[in-house]
């Protein structure tokens, strides 16, 4: 479907496109520049292939089946791969991709800094962003023009206005759970102003007067995969208050899109505004108050935490998420996922259990 998506807006809008890995890059650039963002997240049972076999047995299926996608021609319509400094192991990917995986294309790296905002820090990310500028210039074939940036900055900020008000309210809107992660999910590779669009609808479909049944869980982690969770959810009596997924929650920003400033300027301020993660190098403590900030609004009676295994660093704070929220009496479930097609046997026996122990 992707493919698809990509060819149609080749043909139709001469747009070129860009496989991204995740998690955290600046998607207003590749939109300033024209450049559709596809990004890919293991996908969910991918084939495994020689390629896979060459990456250690302790890496994620993340990137195995990232190396194994893109070894098959899964992203062959793209015309680049971006590939942010996310952990050891997507830098690790960057470079067997080419080596390995059968991709001849150009491939981008973007590290961003870790740690806190601090002056160094701004001007290394500066520059890193200026570089990955001029990297993407050689797909569009057209130096980056400050006004598109500038327009594209206001653009994801509305996105980010309508996923945050659409993640507080979702109590009332008369969707379930899968079908908004389905919206949500879309902006992973649909074209900004479409991707919008979409989430108007369905700012317009809340209804005040609605409010969702059942219990309310809020869940921290890396990815919505497989989707079924949320149907396992909803027949076990409850539903996703709130998220902090690192492919959904934790990429909304709410830092104020000032556009009448240098625009890189602005997607640096964009960068150190953006919610605690552990790939960015936030410091365990201030997650850890963010996150529980985060469950007291959401009213949940329960949180989740679901990780992918071998995930180094969301897998690091976990104990500590653990002991903050067990000490402030949260009731809390972690399970570990493999971006396989359905959830385990095991695991959706323990969500059941988890939501009848913590119904009322
Ligand atoms: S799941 Fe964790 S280890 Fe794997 S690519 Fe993502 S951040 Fe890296």
């Known amino acids: 479907m992707r493919n698809a998506y990509i060819q149609e807006q080749l043909e139709s809008h001469g747009r070129r496109s860009v496989a991204v890995l995740p998690i955290h890059y600046p998607k207003e650039l590749l939109t300033a520049h024209d450049l559709l963002a596809v990004e890919i997240w293991g996908p969910p049972g991918s084939?495994?292939?020689?390629?896979?076999?060459?990456?250690?047995t302790y890496v994620c299926n993340i990137v195995r089946n990232a190396l194994a996608f893109l070894s098959s021609g899964g992203a062959d319509a793209a015309q680049a791969l971006l590939c942010p400094h996310t952990c050891d192991s997507l830098q690790g990917l960057a470079t067997l991709a080419p080596d390995f995986g059968g991709w001849d294309k150009p491939v981008f790296r973007f590290q961003p800094p870790k740690g806190g905002d601090r002056p160094s820090a701004r001007r290394f990310l500066r520059a890193e962003l200026e570089q990955l500028s001029d990297a993407l210039s050689t797909?569009?074939?057209?130096?980056?023009?400050?006004?598109?940036?500038r327009w594209a900055l206001k653009l994801h900020g509305e996105i980010d206005r309508i996923r945050g008000h659409l993640q507080r309210e979702r109590a009332h809107l008369p969707w379930n759970d899968t079908r908004l992660y389905h919206l949500l999910r879309r902006g992973e590779y649909l074209?900004?102003?479409?991707?919008?669009n979409e989430l108007c609808s369905a700012?317009?479909?809340?209804?005040?007067?609605?409010?969702?049944?059942?219990?309310?869980?809020?869940?921290?982690?890396y990815l919505p995969e497989p989707m079924s969770l949320f149907q396992i959810l909803e027949s076990a009596g409850a539903y996703v208050v709130a998220d902090d997924y690192a492919a959904i929650g934790r990429r909304i920003n709410h830092a104020p899109r000032a556009t009448s400033r240098d625009p890189f300027d602005a997607l640096v301020d964009i960068f150190f505004a953006a919610p605690p993660c552990p790939t960015r190098g936030t410091p365990q403590a201030l997650r850890i108050a963010y996150l529980l900030q985060q469950i007291r609004a959401s009213g949940a009676a329960g949180v989740l935490i679901h990780t992918q295994?071998?995930?180094?660093?969301?897998?690091?704070?976990?104990?500590?998420?653990?002991?903050?929220?067990?000490a402030e009496e949260i009731p809390t479930l972690h399970i570990e996922g493999e971006v396989e097609a359905e959830l385990a046997a095991q695991s959706v026996t323990r969500l059941e259990a988890f939501v009848e122990m913590i119904a009322p």
């Not at 292939?49 to 250690?56: A, D, N, W």
């Open 47 to 56: 084939p495994r292939g020689i390629p896979t076999e060459r990456v250690q």
């Open 203 to 221: 700012y317009a479909a809340l209804t005040p007067e609605r409010a969702q049944e059942g219990i309310p869980i809020f869940i921290t982690g």
């Open 309 to 326: 295994k071998f995930c180094e660093p969301e897998l690091f704070d976990v104990p500590a998420i653990r002991a903050a929220l067990a």
């Open 191 to 196: 074209w900004p102003e479409e991707h919008l």
């Open 139 to 149: 797909i569009s074939g057209e130096p980056l023009d400050p006004e598109r940036l």
